[in-house]
């Protein structure tokens, strides 16, 4: 058996992205809210101490998406000692139980060498059992590829994009790309909320983004972040790909939401150790 531990850092923030099983014609489409999920409850309302009391007792019941959530607020530092590295083995043990976004999540870490060895091929297998490019465009290489860049632009975008950017419920954010090529295209994305449309809870007025080119920026930087690939192995065909950008946990990481007498930089030591078994 080995162990991780997870540290509390009181910080207020709430995810409720998802992505689940319903597929377009090559990728999974980012779907399902995870708002009313008691770990997330309690981030959202500043209760960092509960929310990490719920994930340790998720954790040690084996609950997938308990062991998913452990990954994403590890990987993000959400109310947890970020810890890039030490969320893989979160993301690998949701994977192996089948949890969709747990899969994607460790392909993604396979393909970034971040807590496993890097290798895109074995990155493109995982992605692919978690339900990307079923009709088999790409090769397993050049699909590691494209999943690694698609969840480090997802995951950029949620940390950046200003508190409630888009609509809820108004679409998904795909994209179609070509690993030879390294040409993007935006098919669709949420619909953009007006500036005037001020986040429930918040004194903050929203900013107005340009969706397309949010994505295509996110899109480059993420390229310069991956790890450089073998061109002879990336096939010129274009997938199509969903990317997760509902930013309502990072959103909530704002400085206003931190609890009174709580500094960002302190930390608090763990309820009990969250124990990670296979």
Known sequence: MSHQRLFLQPRVILWAGTLTLAFLAHAPVLAASRNDNPIILAVKHGDCKAAVELLATGVDAKDDEAIFLAGRMLDEGICLRQDAEGSTRFFERASSHGHHDGGLEFAAKIGMGAGAEQNFERAGEVCRSSGLD???????????????????????????????????????????????????????????????????????????????????????????????????????????LSLDIETALESANA???????????????PPKPILFQR
Not at 155 to 175: H, Q, Y
Not at 261 to 267: I, N, P, Q, R, V
């Open 134 to 240: 079923p009709q088999g465009q790409l090769s397993s290489y050049a699909l590691g590829y494209a999943c690694t860049l698609r969840a480090v632009a997802g995951k950029m975008l949620r940390v950046t994009l200003p508190a409630g950017a888009f609509r809820p419920n108004s679409g998904d954010a795909i994209v179609e790309f070509n690993p030879g090529s390294a040409d993007l295209r935006v098919k669709s994305t949420p619909q953009v909320a007006r500036e005037s449309e001020a986040a429930i809870g918040s004194n903050i007025a929203k900013k107005r983004i340009h969706a397309d080119r949010e994505i295509k920026t996110a899109w480059e930087k993420a390229r310069a972040m991956v790890p450089k690939p073998d061109p002879q192995k990336l096939d010129a065909k274009f997938v199509e």
């Open 255 to 269: 400085d206003e939401n931190v609890p009174a007498g709580m500094s960002t930089l302190d930390l608090l030591d």
